[in-house]
Structure formats: C-alpha cells, structure tokens
C-alpha cells in the first residue's frame, strides 16, 4: 500500500533537537490526521485536519506542532521532546472526515 | 465514551487452519462503523475488513469474515486458511458514522506455525 507515504521511516533525535515529520497522501483525500502509537497502550489521535483545517487536537503537548499546508500533505513539527515521547507517529488519510482511514508505514521516532 | 475491548492479547493458529479473533465495544450510538485493522512487523496499519452497523449481513474479504452481533456489541474476525503472512498484531476499532475518531482496542498478536 502506497497511498500513504511518511517520511522519515525511522529519526533519533536530541531532546534540544528541532525535526519534522512529514506525511503525504496520493489517494484524492480530503482528511488527515496523526496517531501516537507507544508501547503497550492503544493508538492515541493527535490531530485531524479536513480540508487544511485543524478539526481536533486532542490536548497534545505544545511541542508538537502540526501543519496542513494543502490536502495531499501533513507535517508534524518537534521541539523540545521529552523521552516519553518516543513511539510511532502514524499518519492516516479519508476521504472525507467521516471516511475510513488509511495509514502510512509510521516514523519511529526515538528521543535521547 | 465509547471503548474497544480485545480481550485476548495473544493467539495463536496452525497454518491452513481457522483462527477467531474477539472483540467487544461499548456505544450509545446506533449507527456506527467498525474494522479490523492488521500490523506486522513492518509496523503499516493495513485495513482488514469494515462493517457498518446497520448493516445485518456479515462483511466478508476472502479468507476473513466477520461474526458481528449487534444487541451483544461483539464484533469477531475470523481468518479462515491462516497463512504465514497472516502473522501480525491485529487491532479492533470503532467510530460512529458522523464522526472521524477511531477507537482502537489494544490489540491481539497473533502467530502463525508452519
């Protein structure tokens, strides 16, 4: 499955580090969002976007910082990480924002 | 809230042979879409199956079904003819029709034995 493309696949980084993750989809839709996927727990949504609008943030520490710039691409900007937030960020795409949603591959992100 | 229960953190199948994975959720909503979802190693999120629950026929993609009982909130997934490439963390989840949140449920790792 193509449709869903992240990069970097993997990222190490310092917690004084500035990075960004970066998602696109090839599909024709018109949502994203991105998903937080750490050990042992269920994934957790982070934010959604419909039509390069933010639509949910769900009280997502301010160090991450997301960006929609048109519907095919979606940025999450890091700064100030903590080690606690090392997992696989996951992004996903729909259609529309009630459609079901298709994910990336994931960047596995470590924080030193 | 609604919740997704996947009560069996791990399972595991022969090849060839048929394997059921459970799930259960909680809602108030009557009209609501639910997945199965599968991850493997490479850590993609492949979507597996999709039911909608006003629908009363079970869904069906080849080799996986789904038991989906309504008035009992479960919503099982059954691999017939398990496969090697079958191996992988399977997740559950749930959202209402109007909505865009997913629900997930934690999971069930399944292995396959040649």
């Known amino acids: 499955e193509t449709g869903v493309t992240q990069t970097p696949r993997h990222l190490v980084m310092g917690m004084t580090n500035k990075k960004s993750l970066k998602c696109e989809q090839h599909?024709?839709?018109?949502?994203m969002y991105w998903y937080k996927q750490s050990a042992k727990k269920p994934l957790e949504l982070m934010f959604v976007?419909?039509?390069?609008?933010?639509?949910e943030n769900n009280s997502v520490p301010s160090r991450f910082s997301p960006e929609c710039p048109n519907s095919s691409h979606l940025f999450l900007h890091l700064h100030t990480l903590q080690p606690e937030d090392s997992a696989l960020y996951l992004c996903?795409?729909?259609?529309?924002?009630?459609?079901?949603?298709?994910f990336g591959p994931g960047t596995r992100l470590l924080v030193l | 809230a609604q919740t997704v229960t996947q009560s069996q953190p791990e399972m595991s199948v022969q090849e060839a042979e048929t394997v059921t994975l459970s799930c259960t959720y909680d809602?108030?909503?009557?009209?609501?879409?639910l997945f199965w979802y599968k991850q493997p190693p490479s850590r993609q999120m492949i979507l597996v199956i999709r039911?909608?629950?006003?629908?009363?026929q079970n869904a069906t993609e080849n080799r996986f079904s789904v038991n989906f009982q309504k008035a009992a909130k479960s919503f099982s997934l059954k691999i017939s003819d398990s496969q090697l490439g079958d191996a992988a963390m399977y997740f559950c989840?749930?959202?209402?029709?109007?909505?865009?949140?997913?629900?997930f449920g934690e999971g069930t790792q399944l292995t396959v034995n040649p």
């Open positions: 809602t108030s909503e009557s009209d609501y879409y």
């Open positions: 976007y419909s039509l390069e609008e933010r639509v």
């Open positions: 996903a795409s729909s259609r529309e924002l009630t459609g079901t949603q298709y």
């Open positions: 039911q909608e629950a006003y629908k009363q």
């Open positions: 989840a749930y959202k209402e029709t109007s909505g865009s949140r997913l629900t």
């Open positions: 599909l024709g839709h018109n949502a």
